[in-house]
């Protein structure tokens, strides 16, 4: 099977923080992904990697960075939090060639 | 720029009537489409796709669903609800070579007993 993991399930903290989230996939997928989940509003990309030390910006992409340094390995960062990124943080895998997305449990975030 | 629009945002059904979850898309070229279930507190799981092959598609725990092109539709069936499918659904397209997924907003189903 393949698991997809994110380093905490809840996650508060303060504005102007940075925030690191971590993912981690099992399968060597070539292609990572971040999401954020708001009610009503589905999911959206903010980035994705299709290999190491390569990304993409998705659509919402403001206020965010990534950093793959290891394949298996897909970081988001807030460099300074803000209260509307308090929101649900997705991450998934695919491998080229499929078109299935795995998506991890999710992480929700809260800033204050 | 491709789009989906889920009709409901909630549905309410009895355990052992039908479910139906609608879906409509726009799309520049023959899209991949996919439906993602979301129980709470999980991550999101793949229903099932439809990758340019057979129209009506077959996924897990009895569902289905059936690609119209003349209708830009791709609704999500299932004969028989079970409490076990109370849970949020999105319809979700693909752009490009599956690294784009663009979502609808989620309908959430609740199953009465």
């Known amino acids: 099977d393949v698991k997809v993991t994110q380093s905490s399930r809840y996650l508060v903290k303060r504005t102007g923080e940075k925030v690191f989230l971590e993912c981690v996939q099992d399968?060597?997928?070539?292609?990572m992904f971040w999401y954020r989940q708001d009610p009503g509003l589905g999911l959206r990309l903010i980035y994705f990697?299709?290999?190491?030390?390569?990304?993409e910006k998705g659509d919402i992409p403001e206020g965010y960075s990534v950093s793959r340094e290891k394949k298996e390995r897909f970081s988001l960062i807030l460099e300074s939090a803000s209260t509307n990124q308090t929101s649900m943080y997705l991450c998934a895998s695919r491998r080229t060639g499929s078109y299935e997305q795995y998506f991890g449990p999710g992480t929700r975030l809260t800033v204050t | 720029a491709q789009s989906v629009t889920q009709l409901d945002s909630h549905v309410s059904v009895s355990e052992g009537t039908p479910v139906l979850l609608r879906c409509n898309y726009s799309?520049?070229?023959?899209?991949?489409l996919f439906w993602y279930v979301q129980h709470p507190n999980k991550g999101l799981q793949l229903l099932l796709k439809y990758t340019s092959a057979a129209t009506l598609v077959k996924g897990i725990n009895g569902f289905e669903a059936e690609f119209k092109k003349s209708e830009t539709s791709f609704h999500l069936t299932k004969p028989s609800a079970h409490m076990s499918d109370a849970a949020e659904y999105f319809c979700v397209v693909s752009e490009g070579q599956g690294n784009k997924l663009v979502f609808g907003a989620g309908t959430i189903l609740r199953v009465k007993s």
């Open positions: 990697s299709y290999d190491v030390k390569m990304k």
């Open positions: 799309s520049s070229y023959s899209p991949s």
């Open positions: 399968m060597d997928h070539e292609n």
